[in-house]
């Protein structure tokens, strides 16, 4: 008889060689083989393991997608674009010199801040740039220092790898900021209970983070060559609403780059990616992009509430004076479906592509309801 292919080899099969992998660092920390180098995940050995957790958790391999929403949330909440929607408003941190750190509203920092004080949380993994300059997972501990950690690095961050490193340690309970690719490992951990993992449990928050997409490390690089901007430099970063634009700050300029040649600089794993909202979040947070001007807007977030856990978040960070929310018009909530579903077309559209049938999506299930109505 044919001897099953590890995991680890329908992992290289199934996810690396097709490009599929997001870097999402959830196949990392969990045996000595395989390792992030630079945005990549690499496999060092091989292990004879046919059920491991690397396959077992990855974003990109085949997932019961119903099976998670039904344990994660209500299922009479979900729409196909978005997910599960218990709540949808406009958000920022009360406190303007949180917001004057943070990407756009600081409502990301601010609900951290609140669940730590709160003890819902004993600590936090944000993403931090290392000594290269490249994005990892940084667990921290004090309230004081996650303002240091805000602002957004549109490079890949294997955040999921920070989790499994600091799991069983003395790190309590766990909040993850995640874009949605974590925000779905993550979910496949908490939902997969293999081998009674406990340690899972530690997991007691997941914020996700809207994701158009990241950038390639190397490329990004080679982009800020040609701008004569050194990575270092890099202060910050953002797509400003209406402006087809990303700005690079330093703390000398800003530098506007066409989205054209941004784009050619974005990870191929994000083309086939379907999620646009973190849709197995606790909470999903983005930029709030309706009403008022672009400069207006950039302290604005938009916030959606998906648990009955990130509702308690929420309303505790409102209740304690660290959040300000603004119940957001419905027109508002069906442009970002729509923006949501155009995603998820065009996802489709470039997995069957690649694998040349309606039938092999890859890691997705032709048979799955919100894949059929977005392949039509
Ligand atoms: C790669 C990427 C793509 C995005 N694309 C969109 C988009 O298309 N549309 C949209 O509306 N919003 C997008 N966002 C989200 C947006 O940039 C803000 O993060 C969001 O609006 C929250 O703002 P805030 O002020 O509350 O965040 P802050 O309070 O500043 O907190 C941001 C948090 O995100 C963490 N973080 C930063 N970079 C990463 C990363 N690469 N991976 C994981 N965590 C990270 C930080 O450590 C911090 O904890 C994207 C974010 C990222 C990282
Ligand atoms: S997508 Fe994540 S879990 Fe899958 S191979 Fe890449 S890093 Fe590993
Ligand atoms: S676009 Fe999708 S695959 Fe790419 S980083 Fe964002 S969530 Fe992950």
């Known amino acids: 008889m044919k001897n099953k292919p590890s995991s680890q080899t ?17 196949c990392v920390g969990l045996c000595p083989y395989q390792v992030v180098y630079r945005d990549r995940t690499v496999q060092l050995h091989n292990c004879d393991l046919t059920d491991g957790k690397c396959y077992a958790f990855c974003p990109r391999t085949p997932t019961d997608y119903r099976k998670i929403w039904e344990i994660l949330f209500e299922i009479d909440e979900m729409t196909p674009e978005i997910g599960a929607v218990k709540g949808y408003y406009l958000s920022r ?5 949180l917001r004057a750190k943070a990407q756009h509203g600081g409502t990301v920092t601010a609900l951290l801040e609140v669940a730590m004080d709160e003890g819902l949380i004993d600590s936090a993994i944000v993403s931090s740039r290392n000594e290269e300059i490249e994005q990892e997972g940084r667990l921290v ?16 961050s294997p955040t999921v790898a920070a989790f499994n490193r600091v799991m069983g340690d003395t790190a309590g309970k766990v909040g993850v900021v995640a874009t949605p690719c974590q925000a779905l490992a993550l979910a496949k951990m908490k939902t997969a209970r293999i081998n009674d993992d406990l340690k899972i449990n530690q997991l007691n928050l997941v914020i996700g983070l809207f994701c158009g997409w990241t950038l390639s490390v190397e490329s990004f690089h080679r982009l800020l060559q040609q701008y004569q901007i050194s990575p270092e430099a890099v202060t910050g970063m953002d797509i400003p609403a209406g402006k087809n634009v990303l700005e690079l700050y330093t703390n000398a ?15 191929t794993a994000c083309r086939y990616c379907i999620d646009s909202t973190a849709e197995f979040a606790d909470l999903s947070v983005g930029a709030a992009r309706f009403g008022g001007d672009c400069d207006e807007m950039r302290g604005w977030n938009q916030i959606i509430v998906r648990s009955e856990f990130g509702k308690q978040v929420m309303e505790l960070a409102v209740a304690r004076g660290a959040l300000e929310i603004w119940e957001a018009p419905a027109s508002a909530l069906q442009d970002l479906k729509n923006v949501a579903a155009e995603k998820k077309r065009k996802a489709l559209k470039n997995i069957v592509e690649k694998s040349r049938s309606v039938k092999n999506l890859l890691y997705l299930n032709s048979d799955d309801p919100v894949v059929k109505k977005y392949l039509k």
């Open 93 to 97: 941190a009360a406190d303007p010199a």
């Open 10 to 26: 329908k992992l290289k099969k199934d996810v690396l060689e097709q490009s599929l992998c997001t870097g999402c660092g959830a």
């Open 141 to 156: 501990e004090a309230k004081s220092q996650l303002g240091d950690y805000a602002k957004s690095k549109f490079t890949v």
């Open 253 to 267: 300029s800003v530098t506007s780059v066409p989205m054209v040649e941004v784009d050619a600089c974005v990870r």
